[in-house]
Nanobody, 122 residues
Framework: QVQLVESGGGLVQPGGSLRLSCAAS????????MGWYRQAPGKERELVAA???????NYADSVKGRFTISRGNAKNTVYLQMNSLIPEDTAVYYC????????????????WGQGTQVTVSS
């Protein structure tokens, strides 16, 4: 049974920093990328950052230069370092592991964490 456990959210003032962590338990195969999504009230879930198994990264335009995604030394761990936070970053942040698809000749499947709240406010 695969579980993704996130930590590191909280309340921070504008300009501050937070580091989110995600650790996956269980066996996960055919990983395409690990990433972070966020969903603000009344808005759709959006991709914030993603990293492939060979460490290629992709960022939403709104966070480029402020957020950094990285993989941990432990298997299937991923971090999101968030600097220069602004109120618009307030959202529930979800860890994601995307697997499978045509390249793997197996069905695509997404694993999700339970979400961690990030609130940027003075």
């Amino acid at each position: 049974q695969v579980q993704l456990v996130e930590s590191g959210g909280g309340l921070v003032q504008p300009g501050g920093s937070l580091r989110l962590s995600c650790a996956a338990s269980g066996s996960i195969f055919s990983i395409n990328f690990m990433g972070w999504y966020r969903q603000a009230p009344g808005k759709e879930r959006e991709l914030v950052a993603a990293i492939t198994s060979n460490s290629r990264t992709n960022y939403a335009d709104s966070v480029k230069g402020r957020f950094t995604i990285s993989r941990g030394n432990a298997k299937n761990t991923v971090y999101l370092q968030m600097n220069s936070l602004i109120p618009e970053d307030t959202a529930v942040y979800y860890c994601n592991i995307n697997t499978g698809g045509s390249a793997w000749s197996r069905p695509a499947y997404d694993y999700w964490g339970q979400g961690t709240q990030v609130t940027v406010s003075s």
